[in-house]
T-cell receptor, first 112, second 112 residues
Framework: SQQGEEDPQALSIQEGENATMNCSYK?????LQWYRQNSGRGLVHLIL?????REKHSGRLRVTLDTSKKSSSLLITASRAADTASYFC????????????FGKGTLLTVNP | DAGVTQSPTHLIKTRGQQVTLRCSPK?????VSWYQQALGQGPQFIFQYYEEEERQRGNFPDRFSGHQFPNYSSELNVNALLLGDSALYLC???????????FGPGTRLTVL
């Protein structure tokens, strides 16, 4: 079963614009991660935020976490055509950091 | 430094057959996890191997089994294939079940 749900399911923007994707989850988590997947290939780890953190930055990426609302957002600033991909949030929870539970993803298209 | 590798890249089988997928973890990693990703969905956790033992299992039937070898590489076996087993199978490795999992490019399995 899916833990997270990304919103929107699909997003189309122009190069240079910012892209914001949201993720909601159902149970308490240990941490939340964002992954990128190009054209049905392997996933690339983007960023991890722990349950006691509220915001994290990495290059053009900014992730926020609101545990009271059980939600997270991923902001990609100054988007590029190469950012076109599917983006997934994944959570680990309970006594296990082994199992990642993924949402269905957001398909981001950046038009040149 | 080689990342996670998987073989084969693509595979076509018929219903009722058996299949074996292979994964070599990233150098220095000792833990391997397997995920199934159906078209348009997020990856679903199948199981994880550490020290040659299955440590945790997702909601998959016993037709799905695995193995980890002393060199940390791993195999995923699926018996009595069903049409619904058609998916991208992803292998991910980490060190001591660390938070960040590195994914391979996947094996695309088609069951006819």
């Amino acid at each position: 079963s899916q833990q997270g749900e990304e919103d929107p399911q699909a997003l189309s923007i122009q190069e240079g614009e910012n892209a914001t994707m949201n993720c909601s989850y159902k149970t308490s988590i240990n941490n939340l991660q964002w992954y990128r997947q190009n054209s049905g290939r392997g996933l690339v780890h983007l960023i991890l935020i722990r349950s006691n953190e509220r915001e994290k930055h990495s290059g053009r990426l900014r992730v926020t976490l609101d545990t009271s609302k059980k939600s997270s957002s991923l902001l990609i600033t100054a988007s590029r055509a190469a950012d076109t991909a599917s983006y997934f949030c994944a959570t680990s929870s309970g006594g296990s950091n082994y199992k990642l539970t993924f949402g269905k993803g957001t398909l981001l298209t950046v038009n040149p | 430094d080689a990342g996670v590798t998987q073989s084969p890249t693509h595979l076509i089988k018929t219903r009722g057959q058996q299949v074996t997928l292979r994964c070599s973890p990233k150098s220095g990693h000792d833990t391997v996890s397997w995920y199934q990703q159906a078209l348009g969905q997020g990856p679903q956790f199948i199981f994880q191997y550490y020290e040659e033992e299955e440590r945790q299992r997702g909601n998959f039937p016993d037709r799905f089994s695995g193995h980890q070898f002393p060199n940390y590489s791993s195999e995923l076996n699926v018996n009595a294939l069903l049409l619904g087993d058609s998916a991208l199978y992803l292998c991910a490795s980490s060190y001591l079940a660390g938070f960040e999992q590195f994914f391979g490019p996947g094996t695309r399995l088609t069951v006819l």
